[in-house]
């Protein structure tokens, strides 16, 4: 079925499958690896993106449903995912990288709602982002400087 | 001028000798009062852009013209034999390019790949190459394998009671711990059940082969391409020049990567089948399956001492469940090597069990044996009336317990007085209460080998630009050996470390290297790109002295300057190599072995402190104080997040990581993420990390290696801070809040 | 995965013809739906998207509020009126999987998730909840299950389904406009019909209605790590008057209403699950503790 949408600011229309997961039409048919999958059945967060500003899980998110919606990926572009970046950069707030593109998505998703977060609300927002590498201490603290940096 | 030499190496507790060439080295060591520059300051990951971006490409991402999709067969059964396959079938599904069953694979390592007798539940039976997903699916369910279900056995003691061992028995003897124990003033005996400990790496293993009539490219997302390069030349009958191995980025591995795996050989006899490229990529749950684990192993101990707590004799065994694979890792490694004592009956059974091989993992032995003895240690403490720390203070040892042996270098009784400082360990019993909430502090000790050794190679070349690029034969796993090189390099050249382009990952870059592994990777590969950059530096102080008619001697490079010792002349670098014009200055390394006789073991101690809440059951690791003797730290920042990464998987292991089997079907029933569970953000403690060991006098650099360390003390010290909370032990991980309940009842 | 069709009807009726079809299924947010698709425990010919219903709103309701059936958790967990009036309910949403299974899992889809047990959740066992012959959790490893002996011992697991039992809500279908209590959302399965769900073909929930808000609420779990995960038990207690309501998942079948005098009543635990007990006794007394006057 035909699903357009905008994905980073770019406009798409895709012939998906009904069954087809955002993941893989993200992935495979747009050529946006970025995102990852490492669980697909919603128990790791590595596939977080972001579906009209909203943190949710490619994997199990049906391309179909999408239609007509704005998806954002860590492939886009933005001061405050630079922003973020930058302070997982500084904070060491990962190691493989392999679920970063999650955390950085789920951390933006945060600072969009809640430009000041208290630490309890970092470590909410953010526990549903499994890191096997353990880089959470950097991840939280990257999340607080990036919310603190000046715009 | 290079010569072969032979050299001994510890690899995860396996002593292994083998020849390898090494380059004479010339290279002064850095002079012990002065700090090299960039080494040791806090460094960021070079690899921070491409993995921040979404543009790093891991194998997993990889997507080459016309590539097919691989799925795989694996059987449902915990031991079974296939009696029918309809495979024809499946090659008739539209899409379908390839299908292999038993019989069409070649080995791995010796082992069947696809299997007509199944002997666990996930083993691989079948596989197939289709253009979509969908149609790898639908051939998948035109296969309908027909089983005839045979006995199984997962428990642990009824594979005891068979003896079916997976590998051979382990035992070791010194004194005579039989007479020593009936003598001892003090003894005591303890049980202890560790769990199978899941990997669980983000990035699934994975492979993508690609099979042209001039040789097979993998992709493989792996700890060892060298070693991956072997087993695909072994499977295949080809030769080094035809295989190549790539992996630039890869989403951990934690021991259970080493090599291309079965996925390797699958994907590469698929593609050669299908003339195509083909992509494998595990599921979650067949990770969990039939990639590893840490071994379970039930312990036993009995321990004699004099009534001051000197250790006198222990009697061990450990029963450890290997599935169908892995060798026996030195789980009583801990009880071997750490403590002065003189007689010891140590028997390790590795079992044979119908689940998956086993894997090495992170510390593999040492980390779960380390749990067990330092609790059994704690309750030789409490017999004895002694302080849990004093007890290790007076059972420290010069030299190796075993072997005889010095150390090169040995810190531990520092890391014991810096971990109790910073802990607050005297005032610990202040924090025990009655409440709903019980906090209590425990502590271990660690110890690891380390240091690294030959193979490792490297070159460095540098251009007119000034920007060297350093290859080197290994594969960065994420644990930020990438960046580390660059500084020893960038000191060297007198750059910063991020002007440093690191190559690595590719068999066809570099001739050979080591695995990403027990904790040797930077150990072993530091010294060989400090050489090749000396080289490098020397060839451009050379072309400086010519440039500026200055001596060599006279001359330092230094904040991306030449520089005269007199301070008369300062001219960036870059107008020294802008004269190479196309031309390059190279240099090339190799790393010395390491003196014999000597032991070469990291060591340290942890103290935990914890929070038992005995109405949830929940347990929360409040704080961790590690302080660990690594040698030299070539990046504190690199350093300290793998020392928190040890940590957390401890902190797994200790509380909620249990594969559970089920009895009945002997199958695994929690093989995903949702009832496996690893640690959370919310499930971190505050880290107190410290590094007490100066650079190692008689290992090249002065470096130890940190990838084990860190995890090996935190579940002995967890376990002990939850006895001293509850003031009862819980012999079996993990401390789940039905295992506390239940010990509360 | 089972292919399937995918529709996004914009009105209630055609929702309901499409759902009348054989093999068509509900689906909210799609992440209990889409995983047991996936894992073959489903076999959906069609998915029915409801989220194009415009059934999305919290809005007061006569002295109570009224929550349509496709608002996600996480939108529950943001209300202000929720958190100050029903904090039970705000708790409970909050404290259920993950953010982003929060901003995707709707109030109806979390109500009407199947059970967790990982025999029903084995991709290569059909246990008697799925129509199989045998409970494998009872001759099996059933640590986490139930506290009561019947055919199916597992547990449900909805945190919302415990809150809003304690507050005595209704359940609105499209069949059922003038709604239904809760419990009757739920039955027992049996050997002819194995469904937890009360619900004819083709019928699906459209709001849920708390009629009044309590003078206190609150809402006590426990689950295996600190973040993200299923409750081992969560038990929700709410005080109108001097009247005491207490609801418990992870320890039955179907959420259940427990005797605040006597809440263990009914739940003798089995071989495995007798720690249940003791946790069940903290969490409710905890809760009654929070709301007593
Ligand atoms: C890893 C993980 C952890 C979780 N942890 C928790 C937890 O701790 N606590 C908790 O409460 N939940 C938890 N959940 C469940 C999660 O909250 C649910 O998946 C979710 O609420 C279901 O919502 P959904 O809208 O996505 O449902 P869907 O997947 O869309 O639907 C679920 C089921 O309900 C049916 N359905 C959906 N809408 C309707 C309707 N309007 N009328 C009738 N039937 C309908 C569907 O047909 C399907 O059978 C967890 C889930 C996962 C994957
Ligand atoms: S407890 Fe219920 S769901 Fe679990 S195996 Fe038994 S019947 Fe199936
Ligand atoms: S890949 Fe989507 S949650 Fe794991
Ligand atoms: S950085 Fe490796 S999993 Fe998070």
Redesign the interface.
């Known amino acids: 079925?035909q699903v357009e949408l905008e994905v980073n600011g770019n406009r798409y229309r895709v012939d998906a499958?009904?069954?087809e997961?955002l993941s893989a039409l993200l992935r495979d048919r747009l050529q946006l690896t970025g995102t990852k999958v490492a669980c697909?059945?919603?128990t790791c967060?590595s596939c977080?993106v972001l579906v009209d500003d909203?943190?949710?899980?490619s994997c199990?998110?049906?391309a179909?449903?999408c239609?007509g919606a704005s998806v954002r990926t860590v492939e886009a572009e933005g001061d405050l995912l630079d922003r973020l970046r930058r302070a997982f950069t500084e904070e060491d707030g990962f190691q493989c990288g392999f679920c970063t593109p999650g955390q950085l998505m789920?951390a933006l998703a945060l600072l969009e709602r809640t430009p000041h977060p208290s630490p309890d609300e970092i470590?909410?927002?953010?526990?549903?982002n499994l890191c096997r590498c353990g880089a959470y201490e950097g991840i939280a603290v990257a999340v607080a400087r990036a919310a603190e940096a000046p715009a | 001028m290079a010569r072969l030499i032979k050299t001994e190496a510890v690899v995860e507790g396996r002593t292994e000798v083998r020849w390898t060439l090494v380059e004479e080295d010339s290279t002064p060591e850095w002079p012990a009062d002065q700090p090299p520059g960039v080494v040791g300051e806090p460094t960021t990951r070079l690899t921070a852009g491409a993995r921040l971006s979404g543009s790093a490409r891991y194998t997993s991402d990889m997507q080459l013209p016309r590539q097919l999709e691989a799925t795989v067969l694996r059987s449902?059964h915990a031991n079974a034999r296939l009696t029918s396959i309809s495979l024809d079938a499946a090659r008739a599904v539209p899409g379908v390019r390839a299908v292999i069953g038993p019989g069409d694979c070649p080995q791995f390592d010796g082992e069947a790949v696809l299997h007509d007798e199944p002997p666990y539940?996930g083993a691989a039976v079948a596989a197939i190459a289709a253009e979509t997903r969908?149609a790898a699916?639908e051939a998948m369910a035109a296969l309908d394998p027909q089983w005839e279900p045979l006995g199984f056995v997962v428990d642990l003691d009824q594979s005891l009671e068979n003896q079916t061992f997976q590998d051979d028995p382990v035992e070791y003897e010194r004194g005579d711990a039989e007479t020593a124990l009936a003598a001892a003033e003090l003894t005591i005996t303890s049980d202890y059940l560790a769990p199978a400990q899941l990997h669980n790496s983000m990035e699934p293993h994975c492979a993508v082969a690609d099979w042209r009539p001039d040789g097979l490219t993998l992709w493989s997302s792996t700890q060892g391409i060298y070693q991956a390069r072997s087993q695909l030349c072994g499977s295949f009958g080809l030769d080094q020049e035809h295989v190549r191995v790539i992996c630039h980025f890869m989403g951990g591995g934690f021991g259970s990567k080493f090599g291309c795996g079965p996925e390797g050989v699958i994907a590469a006899e698929l593609s050669r089948r299908a003339g195509r490229p083909v992509r494998l990529v595990l599921s979650r749950?067949d990770e969990n399956l039939s990639t590893g684990y840490r071994t379970p192993a039930r312990f036993s101990f009995t321990i004699g001492a004099g009534c001051d707590g000197r250790l006198q004799a222990v009697e061990a065994s450990a029963v450890m469940g290997l599935g169908t694979g892995g060798w026996a890792y030195p789980v009583l490694e801990p009880v071997k090597s750490v403590y002065a004592c003189e007689h010891q009956h140590l028997m390790t059974l590795p079992m044979r069990l119908n689940l998956g091989p086993a894997a090495a993992f992170r510390a593999p032995g040492v980390m779960e044996g380390t749990w067990a003895f330092e609790q059994a240690l704690d309750e030789l403490a409490e017999a004895a009336g002694l302080d849990p720390l004093e007890l290790r203070r007076r059972n420290h040892t010069d030299v190796d317990p075993s072997t005889g042996r010095p150390y090169t270098s040995k810190r531990l009784l520092e890391s014991y007085d810096l971990a109790a400082e910073l802990a607050g360990w005297d005032a610990r019993d202040e924090l025990r209460s009655d409440g709903r909430v019980r906090r209590g502090m425990g502590c271990a000790s660690q110890y690891w080998w380390g240091g690294g050794g030959p193979p490792a190679y490297a070159d460095v070349r540098i251009g007119s630009d000034a920007k060297p690029v350093l290859t080197v034969g290994m594969q960065d796993l994420g644990t930020g050996v990438t960046t580390a090189c660059a500084v020893v390099l960038a000191e060297r050249l007198g750059i910063r470390p991020d002007q440093v382009t690191v190559r690595t990952g590719d068999t066809d870059l570099a001739g050979h290297g080591p695995f990403s592994g027990g904790s040797m990777t930077l150990a072993s590969v530091a010294p060989a790109v400090r050489s090749a950059g000396h080289h490098v530096r020397t060839q451009l102080l050379e072309l400086a002295a010519d440039m500026f008619e200055i001596a060599a001697s006279d001359l330092e490079l230094t904040e991306g300057e030449v520089r005269s010792t007199d301070g008369t002349l300062r001219r960036p670098i870059h107008d020294v190599t802008e004269k190479l014009g196309n031309a390059w200055v190279t240099g090339s390394g190799s790393r010395a072995p390491n003196p014999d006789g000597m032991a070469v073991n990291t060591f340290g101690c942890q103290i935990a402190q914890v929070a038992v809440d005995t109405?949830?059951?929940?347990i929360?690791v409040e704080r961790v104080v590690a302080v660990h003797d690594i040698g030299r730290v070539v990046n504190p920042m690199g350093a300290r997040s793998q020392v928190l990464g040890g940590i957390l998987q401890g902190i797994g292991f200790a509380?909620?990581e249990e594969r559970?089997v089920?009895?009945?079907?002997g199958?695994v029933?929690?093989a995903?993420l949702?009832?496996y569970?690893i640690?959370?953000?919310?499930?971190l403690p505050e880290v107190e990390c410290r590094f007490v060991g100066e650079p190692d006098p008689e290992l090249a650099l002065g470096i130890k290696g940190l990838g084990e360390p860190p995890i090996i003390p935190t579940p002995g010290a967890i376990g002990n801070a939850v006895a001293h909370a509850l003031g009862l032990r819980l012999r079996e991980a993990p401390y789940?809040?039905?295992r506390v309940?239940?010990a509360?009842? | 995965?089972?292919?399937?069709?995918?529709a996004?009807p914009a009105r209630v009726e055609d929702a309901a013809a499409a759902l009348s079809q054989p093999a068509a299924r509900a689906m909210g947010?799609?992440?209990d739906l889409?995983?047991q698709?996936?894992?073959g425990i489903l076999a959906a010919e069609s998915?029915v998207?409801l989220?194009g219903l415009g059934l999305d709103a919290i809005a007061a309701e006569g002295e109570g509020v009224r929550i349509g059936a496709t608002v996600t958790l996480?939108d529950l967990g943001r209300d202000e009126a929720v958190r100050e009036r029903f904090a039970v309910l705000h708790q409970a949403a909050?404290a259920a999987?993950?953010?982003?299974?929060r901003?995707?899992g709707t109030v109806a889809g979390n109500l009407c998730q199947q059970v967790?047990c990982?025999?029903f959740?084995?991709?290569?066992?059909t246990c008697w909840l799925r129509g199989g012959d045998t409970c494998?959790a009872q001759?099996?490893?059933h640590?986490?299950h139930g506290l009561e002996p019947g055919d199916c011992i597992s547990v449900a697991p909805s945190d919302l389904a415990a809150a809003l039992l304690a507050l005595d809500a209704t359940v609105d279908t499209s069949s059922r406009p003038q709604g239904i209590p809760l419990a009757d959302l739920y039955r027992k399965a049996s050997d002819e019909n194995r469904s937890t769900l009360a619900l004819a073909p083709g019928e699906f929930v459209t709001a849920v209605v708390v009629p009044r808000a309590p003078d206190a609420s609150a809402y006590e779990r426990?689950?295996?790590?600190?973040?993200?995960?299923?409750a081992?038990a969560g038990v929700a207690a709410a005080r109108f008057g001097d009247q005491l309501r207490l609801a418990a998942i992870g320890v039955s079948n179907l959420p259940r209403l427990l005797d605040p005098a006597d809440p263990l009543a009914g739940l003798p635990g089995l071989e495995q699950t007798?720690?249940k007990r003791?946790?069940l006794s903290?969490?409710a007394g905890?809760a009654l503790a929070r709301v007593s006057g």
């Open positions: 079925m499958a009904a069954a997961p697909g059945e919603g967060g977080t909203r943190p949710v899980l199990l998110t049906l179909a449903a239609d789920s470590v909410t927002a953010m526990s549903g | 449902p539940g969908e699916d749950r109405l949830t059951g929940l929360t509380l909620s559970v089920d009895p009945t079907t199958t029933v929690n995903g949702e009832d569970k640690p959370t953000l919310a499930d789940t809040p039905r309940l239940e509360l009842q | 995965m089972r292919t399937f069709a995918y996004r947010g799609g992440t889409i995983t698709q996936h894992r998915v998207d989220r996480a909050s999987a993950s953010p982003q299974l901003e995707m967790r990982w025999y959740r084995h991709p290569d066992l494998y001759v099996g490893d640590r986490k426990a689950g295996e790590r600190h973040a993200w995960s299923f081992l007798a720690w003791r946790l903290g969490l905890q």
